[in-house]
């Protein structure tokens, strides 16, 4: 039974999100607002939804290992395991003009993360701190992108938001997929982290480890699916920008919310190890953002396999070789 809930659950959160994105997007168009601000914060915080509400879900619920590991093992999988996906089907295009603002930002904020994480607990106003940053960082985008500052960025997000295509019938019909999107998040995230927390106990594993890994890899779903189709559009840099804006929405918009519903103590681990995982893998993506133009199939393929390395480690168990 717990299988067949974890199922659910992952094809709820992959199903939600979906519906959710395209509601919120097809709402916005009708609400005339500009393709460039749909991709900057429908889109971006859309298919990142599933980790803010399993995060959520997993605070209120006590397992603040699932949590953690839902974070650091979501943006992990997201420079690993998506872009080697998405490069192995089209090589990924970059435009580091495009990427400076974004791409600087993500190297920044991944350095702060971690710094706070290795305090020991995220706290509230730990997470206080994380959210605001990321109010921010929206807000800051939307002026330099709506005063013409950022045209680069501003192009890439308008292209974000290009991938999605409208749900059939006005606004009531995109409200109701909207609202019903979410729901299904919820209900999908609430099977996840129940059935995350058996697994653990049933395999006698951590639950960090399940969140690293199992979930993490859940709810890169919607990334994983809208990366792919993107490159298999030959849309690369909208693949690459997917993934540097889903890292920035996990860190700070998801962690700290997590952070102010209950104390988030992170695990010896994370602390240890997969910190130093999500540290590496970001370096490898921001100095291919800013410093070059394509991400070949061969680079692609050492990402895959840097990703199932990493995997089988946690099969292993590496809070044992610690």
């Given at each position: 039974m717990t299988y067949l809930t974890l199922i659910a659950g992952l094809i709820l959160l992959l199903g939600g999100a979906e519906v959710m994105v395209r509601g919120a997007v097809t709402l916005a168009r009708k609400l005339e607002i500009s393709p460039m601000v749909i991709g900057?914060?429908?889109?971006?915080?859309?298919?990142?939804?599933?980790?803010?509400?399993?995060?959520?879900?997993?605070?209120?619920?006590?397992?603040?290992?699932?949590?953690?590991?839902?974070?650091?093992?979501?943006?992990?999988?997201?420079?690993?395991?998506?872009?080697?996906?998405?490069?192995?089907?089209?090589?990924?295009?970059?435009?580091?003009?495009?990427?400076?603002?974004?791409?600087?930002?993500?190297?920044?904020?991944?350095?702060?993360?971690?710094?706070?994480?290795?305090?020991?607990?995220?706290?509230?106003?730990?997470?206080?701190?994380?959210?605001?940053?990321?109010?921010?960082?929206?807000?800051?985008?939307?002026?330099?992108?709506?005063?013409?500052e950022d045209p680069e960025a501003a192009e890439l997000h308008a292209k974000e938001a290009a991938e999605f295509e409208d749900v059939k019938g006005g606004v009531p019909v995109a409200l109701v997929a909207t609202i019903g999107g979410i729901a299904i998040l919820i209900l999908g995230s609430d099977f996840l982290v129940k059935s995350g927390i058996a697994l653990a106990r049933d395999w006698g594993v951590s639950e960090e480890v399940i969140g690293l890994t199992m979930i993490a890899l859940g709810t890169s779903l919607p990334e994983l699916a809208a990366s792919a189709v993107a490159a298999y559009r030959r849309h690369t840099d909208v693949a690459l920008g997917n993934v540097v804006g889903s890292n920035l929405f996990n860190m700070l918009a998801v962690m700290g919310a997590a952070a102010m519903v209950?104390?988030?103590?992170?695990?010896?681990?994370?602390?240890?190890?997969?910190?130093?995982?999500?540290?590496?893998?970001?370096?490898?993506?921001?100095?291919?953002?800013?410093?070059?133009?394509?991400?070949?199939?061969?680079?692609?393929?050492?990402?895959?396999?840097?990703?199932?390395?990493y995997i089988a480690l946690q099969a292993k168990g590496v809070e044992s070789l610690l």
């Open positions: 900057l914060t429908v889109v971006a915080m859309g298919t990142s939804a599933p980790e803010l509400i399993v995060a959520v879900e997993a605070a209120l619920e006590g397992a603040a290992g699932i949590a953690v590991g839902n974070v650091v093992g979501s943006n992990i999988a997201n420079i690993l395991l998506i872009l080697g996906v998405s490069g192995l089907i089209y090589p990924i295009a970059s435009n580091p003009k495009a990427m400076k603002r974004d791409g600087s930002m993500l190297g920044i904020m991944t350095l702060l993360f971690a710094l706070i994480c290795w305090q020991g607990v995220v706290g509230f106003w730990s997470g206080t701190i994380l959210l605001v940053l990321f109010l921010i960082f929206i807000g800051h985008s939307y002026w330099r992108e709506t005063h013409a209950a104390p988030l103590p992170v695990a010896k681990q994370i602390l240890q190890f997969d910190l130093w995982v999500m540290l590496f893998a970001t370096i490898l993506l921001v100095v291919f953002a800013l410093t070059r133009e394509m991400l070949s199939r061969f680079e692609a393929g050492l990402l895959f396999i840097i990703y199932l390395a």
